[in-house]
């Protein structure tokens, strides 16, 4: 059986604290390898870093500030996440962007933040890890600008159409796809369709974002499975042809 890479995970959260040696152990039986573990803010570093210290060679966290953490002491925020990054390696700068859905107050700081971390990227050589809600377009405007054909990521949980999705591939970025592709209304079968596979990496976003069967309930990276098969329906391709592509995809995205 193929080995499949989740790479969109915040298995450090409260609701993995009693079970997470359970929660990895059902990987492990699904054949999830690796988790890559988007950072939120200061909160949450020493619980990520430390999963990192419990699963050597299986958790791997990035840092950044997700644009929901943007706040009035964002700039205090990012200097503390920028020391870090100076401090040691992370596998990207992540989880960064633009979300318009909850709230619009720091829009402009969000950019700035946006923009900011980008450059962290560039210059440290890793990948960007894009939260792109209600902002899907201005998100792939930022890095169409900050494009100099180093910059390279994922644009996590993509849910655009299928214009979005090709200027994404031109941007030469990965879209992660999780469990909103298995929601009927979702829409985004029909955009998966007419992506080539070698464009997509897996995540689960867990705790949130459960496909179907177990939508409404805590999510875990197990459930994958649920991710390959309706991509594997959708392109009429096997489960073990998309578990090894996007597992390649993440592998040359991250470094193997």
């Known amino acids: ?48 870093l430390e999963l990192e210290k419990k699963f050597p060679g299986k958790c791997f966290p990035m840092m950044g500030l997700h644009p929901c953490s943007v706040k009035e002491n964002y700039k205090e925020e990012l200097q503390l996440l920028e020391e870090w990054l100076n401090k040691r390696k992370f596998v990207a700068v992540g989880e960064i962007g633009l979300d318009y859905y909850w709230d619009i107050t720091f829009r402009e700081q ?82 998966v369709a007419g992506i080539d596979i070698k464009h997509l990496v897996l995540e689960t976003d867990a705790p949130y974002l459960t496909p179907v069967p177990f939508r409404g309930k805590r999510n875990e990276p197990s459930y994958l499975k649920y991710v390959v098969e309706k991509i594997a329906m959708v392109k009429n391709i096997s489960t073990e042809e998309v578990a090894s592509v996007t597992t390649q995809n993440a592998k040359n995205l991250f470094g193997s």
């Open 1 to 48: 059986m193929t080995k499949i890479i989740d790479t969109h995970t915040h298995l450090y959260l409260p609701e993995f604290k009693q079970d997470i040696k359970a929660v990895i152990d059902r990987a492990d039986a699904e054949n999830i390898i690796r988790f890559y573990l988007p950072n939120i803010d200061s909160e949450v570093i020493d619980d990520m």
């Open 110 to 191: 969000q950019i700035e933040a946006f923009q900011l971390q980008i450059d962290w990227a560039l210059k440290y050589d890793i990948p960007i890890v894009i939260h792109s809600r209600n902002s899907l377009q201005d998100c792939i405007d930022i890095v169409r600008q900050k494009q100099n054909g180093k910059l390279k990521g994922i644009f996590h949980c993509f849910s655009g159409n299928a214009n979005e999705a090709n200027q994404i591939i031109d941007l030469n970025f990965l879209m992660g796809m999780g469990g909103v592709i298995t929601y009927k209304n979702s829409g985004m079968a029909e955009v």
